[in-house]
């Protein structure tokens, strides 16, 4: 079994040979960590590895983790990348340097008004739903612009970039597909506005489509910390 090292390692090459096939810079991808589910010492080993940026969906979970780490490493960037619901908007805008799954204006203005001000704007993306699915999170690409538009009056927040999770394909040309009308969405946005640079896409299964894309982060979870066991989350 490969250690947690080796795994970073492998997806870390993987990226590079990903970028380097598209002719793109690989320091232009990076790497976030999903650690949900995964215990303490988990991210202890990736962080020793020299892993510094984490993903969680679940509210609880993410913030015991940011707690326990932060006072010895507080160079760690935590980012929150799951649904949010209203009651739960405070912890995050309270604890996470990300958040990725900005989908409406009420949560948006949650977020902006509960984040302290003794820390930095929570650094946001818009989360698309590209497949147009009603089950799945996300705003429409019809109303991205207003929601970019809307979150540019909150003082509190500053707006990264786009995020999205398509409908998972294995074909390569079909995973193209997939995040070929997100990129373009942010090429168009980001030529009016100089701190839109993260386009969050790609996951374990459909990574080098992302990075063919344009993705400038990949979410990894199982290939670096193995499956998940979903009995154990708060």
Known sequence: MCSIRQNLEQVTSQIDSAAQKCGRDASGVQLLAVSKTKPIEAIAEAVAAGQTRFGENYVQEGVEKITHFRAHHPELEWHFIGPIQSNKTRPVAEHFDWVHSVDRSKIAKRLSEQRPDSLPPLQVLIQVNTSGEESKS?????????????????????????????????????????????????????????????????????????????????????????????????
């Open 138 to 234: 996300g705003t429409g690409f019809d109303d991205v612009k207003t929601l970019a538009a809307e979150i540019d009056a909150m003082p509190n927040l500053t707006l990264r970039g786009l995020m999205c999770i398509p409908q998972p394909e294995d074909d390569h040309q079909k995973q193209l597909a997939a995040f070929a009308p997100l990129s373009a969405l942010f090429k168009e946005m980001q030529a009016t506005r100089p701190a839109f640079d993260t386009l969050s896409m790609g996951m374990s299964g459909d990574m080098d489509a992302a990075i063919a894309s344009g993705s400038t982060m990949v979410r990894i979870g199982t290939a670096i910390f193995g499956a998940r066991d979903y009995s154990k989350r708060t």
